[in-house]
């Protein structure tokens, strides 16, 4: 699936270019289940397209991502933790967008939110397409998520 | 005198990563100032002397476009170039802040390299 491959190559070369991280892509899914101790950053798009990308990152993860992001050590779920996972599904949405778009007038782009929790579920009420991407950092996993409307 | 530079994004990470990248990329600038939007980028180009913006364009209270909008109706700081750095780079929008006074765009996510490829030639 084109869209599948243009995730993986965006998401990659955010996190490399970006993040200092070098990942890999672990699995392609189709559920992922209840969340558990994570942070989820993500971001609407309406228009020709409507939909929902999401980043979910555990914790730990989401902790060491902040680190490198701004080279600091990272220790608890803070501002920064939120405001660095909410920029990657920013960066996510915007070359999503670029990829699903024709000139970019077609589809508009949400301000990004995270939530986060010991415990909750992510789903759409509506009838959608679902892509899941699991990533391996090398410090753990985190999933990006694309529901789009059919 | 040395030169001083804007930096406008909602994202404090992201104003942190910009800031880190024009070092990287080996342009000194004398003064980093930041502004979280529109608005306050604003009130900084009526205070202070400002040789270049790099503005985010999806922001709240007042976007990338709305601001060089606004800039652009204000004689005292309308010739202060702007570039902008966003996810946002479809012709249209990229066209819309060109005609609006924007010299440039630079695609997140982007290098220090890219940075000093566009950035370089406007100082």
């Known amino acids: 699936m084109e869209i599948q491959e243009k995730m993986i190559e965006s998401t990659k070369e955010i996190f490399s270019s970006m993040v200092m991280m070098d990942i890999s892509v672990k699995q392609i899914m189709t559920n992922h289940g209840v969340l558990n101790d994570t942070i989820t950053g993500m971001i609407g798009l309406a228009g020709t397209h409507k939909g929902v990308l999401a980043v979910h990152i555990p914790y730990d993860v989401a902790m060491a991502i902040t680190g490198s992001f701004l080279m600091m050590d990272v220790t608890e779920i803070n501002d920064d933790v939120h405001d660095a996972i909410g920029e990657v599904a920013n960066m996510l949405g915007g070359n999503v967008k670029t990829i699903l778009s024709e000139k970019g007038r077609d589809i508009d782009l949400s301000l990004p939110s995270t939530i986060a929790g010991a415990e909750y579920s992510f789903s759409s009420d509506k009838e959608v397409d679902k892509v899941i991407i699991e990533f391996d950092t090398g410090k753990g996993c985190f999933l990006v998520e694309m529901d789009l409307e059919k | ?123």
């Not at chain 2, 309308?78 to 006074?101: C, F, Q, R």
């Open chain 2, 1 to 123: 005198m040395g030169k001083n530079v804007l930096l406008v994004d909602d994202s404090k990470t992201m104003r942190i990563i910009i800031g880190r990248s024009l070092r990287q990329a080996g342009l000194d600038f004398d003064n980093i100032f930041e502004a979280a939007d529109g608005l306050e980028a604003l009130e900084v180009l009526e205070k202070e002397h400002v040789d270049i913006v790099l503005s985010d364009i999806n922001m709240p209270n007042m976007d990338g476009i709305s601001f060089l909008r606004e800039k652009s109706t204000r004689d005292a700081i309308k010739d202060i170039p702007v570039l902008m750095i966003s996810t946002e780079t479809g012709d249209d929008i990229i066209g819309e802040a060109k005609s609006l006074g924007a010299v440039g765009a630079i695609k997140k996510p982007f290098t220090p390299d890219k940075v000093n490829e566009v950035l370089g030639p406007l100082l």
